[in-house]
Each structure stands twice: as C-alpha cells, then as structure tokens.
C-alpha cells in the first residue's frame, strides 16, 4: 500500500468519526430567573437575562440525566459557552399578568449513586405555592421517578420526608435536589415571568 493511499485511509476514517455526533452531555448547571414588561414575550426575554442565558438557543429536551453528567457551578457552565451557541436545557417557566398572584417555576434532579445510570429531572409549575413547597414537589416528582427504575419500594401517597429516609437507605441515590424561582405578579398588571432550567453541556 502507497503512502498517499495510506493517508487517504486515514483521512477518510477520521471524517467517519467526526460525522458521528456525540450528543450526551458531560456536565450540566442549573439557573432561574424573573422578569417583568408590558409584553409577555419581552418579560420571558428579561427572565432568560436574569437567568444568565438569554445568548444562546435554547433548545427544550426532555428529563433524562445522562450517565457520567457531572453537576457543575452555573458560573462555571457559562465559562464553557459562546453567545449564539446551541444549548439543551430542561426548562420550566410560568408567566401571569394577574396583580399580587404568586407563580413558582421548578426544576428537580435526581442523581444514582452509580454513574452507570442514568437520573431523573423535572419540571413543574404552580400557582399560589411557595418556592419550598415548589421546589420539594418537583424534586419528589425527579426522585420518584429515579426511584422507579431502580426498583426501590415505597409508598407513593407518603411524604417526600418519608420517601427520602427510604431512599437514603437504599443507598442508591446519591443526591436529589431543585431549583426555583417564585415571583408576584405585578401590581400594575405588567407580566411577569418566571424560568427554572437545568442547561446541559456536551
């Protein structure tokens, strides 16, 4: 085989390799953000500034935590990243114009203890619940789910309290937790958004 054959070989796997899109992330950060303007578009625009994310495109994916994902800073997630860049991100998000009415948006994660598996995120939105009733009930709702798949046994009508004590034991579990952002509608009617995300980087 000539030299310039085996080049061409060589050149020609490596564009094999590089066709082959790696599309699981290796880390992900989590962030929330509010905002407010007389347009409900503007005010989810001013969330996403808020939340540190508004120069990217933000492309919404379901609620799988992938295998070996590392859970890193949000400062240290923007370090990695370019405005314009295209970015997965499990979102929640909730708006109302309605004066005084209390809107929550949250994200739960649940992590297994082997890193061979895979976790569990979710979303939820409310109206009326504080940022702790919100936040417990989308990382319940994550946790539950992890729990399902590992085949943990427990009753799914006891507290969130009571479930974690289980899963502690089973020690399978290695961290369940949320993030979210509450808000008041304005006073004088403007709308008001609220976004909770989990942001994915491959």
Not at 10 to 26: A, H, T
Not at 60 to 89: A, D, N, R
Not at 92 to 101: A, D, I, L
């Amino acid at each position: 085989m000539t030299k310039l054959k085996q080049r061409f070989l060589i050149i020609r796997q490596n564009l094999k390799k590089e066709k082959k899109l790696d599309l699981v992330p290796k880390k992900v950060f989590m962030t929330k953000g509010v905002g407010k303007d007389r347009e409900k578009l503007t005010s989810f625009e001013r969330a996403l500034r808020n939340a540190g994310i508004a120069q990217f495109n933000l492309v919404s994916i379901s609620s799988i935590f992938p295998p070996h994902c590392k859970l890193i800073s949000k400062t240290e997630g923007l370090s990695y990243l370019k405005p314009g860049q295209i970015l997965f991100v499990v979102m929640s998000k909730n708006s109302t114009n309605e004066p005084h009415r209390l809107i929550t948006a949250s994200v739960g994660l649940a992590i297994p203890k082997d890193p061979n598996q895979y976790g569990y995120l979710s979303e939820h939105e409310s109206f009326g619940e504080t940022e702790e009733k919100a936040g417990d009930y989308a990382e319940d709702l994550a946790a539950t789910m992890l729990a399902t798949i590992l085949g943990l046994e427990f009753d799914p009508n006891s507290s969130y309290d009571e479930k974690k004590q289980i899963w502690r034991m089973s020690n399978q579990i290695i961290k369940t937790t949320n993030i979210t952002q509450s808000a008041i509608g304005d006073k004088n009617g403007l709308w008001t958004t609220v976004i909770a995300a989990a942001v994915f980087i491959l």
